[in-house]
């Protein structure tokens, strides 16, 4: 099988702070040695993209010395904690940007998909936009009219194609940008976390075009995503990235144990911005007053920090909880369509509680999945694998049964009678 991507030694180094050497001189020596194609000669050597500790250098290697390749069909899943050099991996083989030592061989045309509204303009119509995206990402206009009709059903926005794209939702956008990258007739796919934004069914619809891609049309698909789960379902092979370096590489299923095992730990929560609501997400913790200890039987307690940039009226918070090792939810609540609670957050700091008076899971590792949406309207963000949390075992008296999976997911409180 003929390989589609190969890099070696590929790193990708950023500037801290002030961009030039201080010199004129210095800098004329810096474009002098650049434009033949040598390196920079005041490069530091840097350090490693570690965003948790603070530095001496200016200089900070995004990725470091990434050696792999990619046969032709393969579809590969890039997983990571945020800052680990995703992002900027998928760039570099974009050719967004220039990596600043080693090599990167592709063989074949690539559609790539990184970022909600990428290669659209907000004044044209979803139309006009298919036709200015479709000519970006290579594709001439005659293929793009052959193939019009299924980009437009592919991405469920019919009604909205003559209107322009700025009064689109960011999921509208998402379906609209994806449904040209997937019809683009292009050996390599690359598509970055923007899936997220979408709702549960269209990202459903996503990955079964993938997988038919790489399976059904031997293309080959780069993936990076924090759903273990998806990533588990639609890649073979996978590559974990952490702080810029390559921890692993091999079968998706062991390159995700792995990750998991580094990021079980509450403690990997990121906060994070929900670009549509002008939202972050500062904090997700669980039975905080008892050092996040979950215990079969007792209450747990979820404590949600958000902070806005403005008043929002009218959401629902939604919070999913699924087995590690299973795909399907074990439990699922939302403020609005659960208890009819009309979610109200103002400007600057809101903390939100949500109490579960017995947790009547079986212990093991699980998945914790967060979501904001206006209730049966649209989703601003829905993560089912947001925060891995650990259930302890334990021995339930007076029968000393012990909570363990094998004894199924559920405890449910049951007697026997003779």
């Known amino acids: 099988m003929s390989t589609a991507i190969e890099v070696e030694n590929l790193s990708k180094a950023y500037q801290l702070g002030q961009f030039n050497t201080g010199a004129l001189a210095h800098d004329l020596k ?90 659209f303009h907000p004044e044209l119509t979803g139309r006009e936009n298919i036709f200015l995206n479709g000519a970006i990402l290579g594709m001439r206009k005659l293929e793009i009219k052959r193939k019009f009709d299924e980009i437009v059903d592919f991405s469920g926005v019919e009604r909205y194609i003559d209107t322009p794209v700025k009064r689109y939702s960011s999921g509208m956008y998402v379906r609209l940008a994806f449904a040209v990258a997937a019809h683009l007739e292009s050996e390599i796919l690359i598509v970055d976390e923007v899936l997220a934004v979408g709702d549960a069914e269209f990202q459903k619809k996503c990955l079964g075009k993938m997988g038919d891609m790489s399976k059904g049309q031997g293309r080959t698909v780069l993936f990076v995503s924090h759903n273990m789960t998806a990533t588990k379902q639609l890649c073979k092979k996978g590559i974990f990235l952490e702080n810029g370096l390559v921890k692993m590489t091999g079968e998706m299923s062991k390159v995700v144990e792995n990750y998991i095992y580094r990021n079980d730990r509450q403690k990997s929560f990121e906060p994070f911005k929900i670009k549509g609501l002008d939202v972050w997400v500062k904090k997700i913790d669980l039975n905080c007053d008892n050092e996040g200890l979950v215990i079969p039987g007792k209450p747990l307690r979820i404590d949600i920090q958000l902070v806005a940039e403005r008043k929002i009226s009218k959401i629902g918070i939604e919070l999913i909880i699924s087995h590690e090792d299973t795909d399907g939810v074990v439990f699922a609540t939302n403020t609005k369509t659960r208890k009819n609670l009309d979610i109200i957050i103002n400007k600057g700091e809101n903390n939100i509680v949500c109490l579960i008076h017995e947790f009547n899971l079986c212990s093991g590792k699980y998945w914790l999945g967060f979501g904001i949406d206006m209730p049966m309207v649209q989703f601003y963000y829905y993560e089912k694998e947001q925060l891995m949390f650990n259930v302890e075992e334990i021995m339930i008296a007076p029968s000393l049964v012990p909570t363990l999976s094998g004894y199924g997911h559920v405890q449910l409180s049951h007697d026997w009678k003779i």
């Open 30 to 119: 810096r474009w002098w040695a650049l434009k033949r194609g040598k390196e920079d000669p005041f490069l530091k050597i840097g350090e490693t993209n570690d965003r948790e500790t603070a530095g001496s250098s200016n200089i900070v290697w995004s990725l470091k010395d990434i050696n792999f390749q990619i046969s032709q069909g393969d579809s590969v899943g890039i997983i990571g904690r945020n800052g680990a050099g995703k992002s900027t991996l998928l760039k570099l083989l974009s050719s967004i940007t220039s990596p600043t030592t080693g090599r990167i061989r592709i063989n074949g045309r690539i559609a790539s998909l990184l970022e909600v509204g990428t290669g």
